[in-house]
């Protein structure tokens, strides 16, 4: 599975757009993106995924690029909720491999 | 609420004691998984249980001891513990192993070990 880049940290102020890069330069072509996030004290929370085609569901929207070597998770309007640690994660779905590549994720602040 | 629940929430134990994590999901997956979390480290996969047979298991220390009665329920048992071992453990489900990338995470266990 691709390993993925992001940036450690960065800060959103409340109702603007939230934009979190990530690169993953050595995706393969059956290689899926997914987006978890964690807010502080909880489990990891599912958001999205992707192939190639943009997506869009009721928490978030993903670009992906069409060299597929980045994708952007959009948060479209944060809120104080949305501050907690972001993951993506690249692996080919139904993948022989039972594990799921953490990082450090990128720690979003999302200010007042 | 994510359907999956753990017990305790928090837990202090010294090295000789013998506990148990609790873990429960609702919603009728049939794969379950738990996770370690220490701070500024990346979660790491700890076992793997497919319809209550266990999959995987990631090189983690006989102290630690899985038991997956049914599909619905998963344990952690611990015992003799070394501080090191003081982390976020975490449990989480999903439908099945072909749809691993979808899981659904409990709020996790904080376990100091003194």
């Known amino acids: 599975d691709a390993k993925t880049t992001q940036p450690p940290s960065m800060d959103c102020a409340e109702g603007r757009a939230a934009n979190l890069p990530c690169n993953h330069s050595t995706i393969s072509g059956n290689e899926y993106v997914y987006w978890y996030r964690q807010i502080h004290s909880q489990g990891p929370q599912y958001i999205i995924h992707g192939l190639k085609n943009n997506e869009t569901n009721e928490m978030a929207s993903l670009i992906i690029t069409e060299d597929r070597k980045s994708s952007t998770l959009i948060l479209p309007h944060a809120t104080l909720r949305d501050t907690a640690v972001y993951y993506c994660?690249?692996?080919?779905?139904?993948?022989?491999?039972?594990?799921?590549?953490w990082g450090l994720g990128t720690s979003l602040a999302v200010n007042p | 609420e994510t359907g999956v629940t753990q017990t305790p929430r928090h837990l202090v134990m010294g090295m000789t004691n013998k506990k148990s994590l609790k873990c429960e999901q609702h919603l009728g997956h049939n794969a379950m998984y738990w996770y370690k979390q220490s701070a500024k480290k990346p979660l790491e996969l700890m076992f793997v249980y497919s319809l209550e047979e266990r999959v995987e298991n990631n090189s983690v220390p006989s102290r630690f001891s899985p038991e997956c009665p049914n599909s619905s329920h998963l344990f952690l048992h611990l015992h003799t513990l070394q501080p090191e071992d003081s982390a976020l453990y975490l449990c989480?489900?999903?439908?099945?192993?072909?749809?691993?990338?979808?899981?659904?995470f409990g709020p996790g266990t904080r376990l100091l070990v003194l």
């Open positions: 994660i690249v692996r080919r779905y139904a993948g022989n491999n039972r594990k799921l590549i």
């Open positions: 989480a489900s999903s439908q099945d192993l072909v749809g691993i990338e979808t899981q659904y």
